[in-house]
């Protein structure tokens, strides 16, 4: 039950997000930290979060594998690395 409910929490939390300024990138994952869950598409760092993140999990992709990423447009402009992924989908 409470599994669940993260993943409608997180799932909500990506939508409201998207709708309000996300960003996109894809590409193909030229670098995965599976200890710091990061991740690296089109020169970009990313963090994916069991907690926040919607779709495929970080540990099930491979560098080479084309992705799609969604993030705020807001945490990509402030600067912050790595960028929070909220939607990561292996293409």
């Known amino acids: ?8 929490a997180a799932a909500a939390l990506a939508l409201l997000a998207h709708g309000a300024s996300a960003e996109e990138a894809s590409g ?6 599976l200890t710091a869950n990061t991740f690296v598409v089109d020169g970009k760092t990313f963090a994916a ?8 999990k970080l540990g099930d992709l491979q560098e080479g594998d084309q992705v799609r990423v969604e993030f705020s447009e807001q945490d ?9 992924a909220m939607v990561l989908e292996k293409e």
């Open 49 to 56: 979060s069991p907690e926040n993140t919607v779709g495929t």
């Open 28 to 33: 193909a994952i030229s670098d995965i930290d």
């Open 76 to 84: 990509a402009s402030s600067g912050k690395s790595p960028i929070n």
């Open 1 to 8: 039950m409470q599994k669940l409910f993260g993943l409608a």
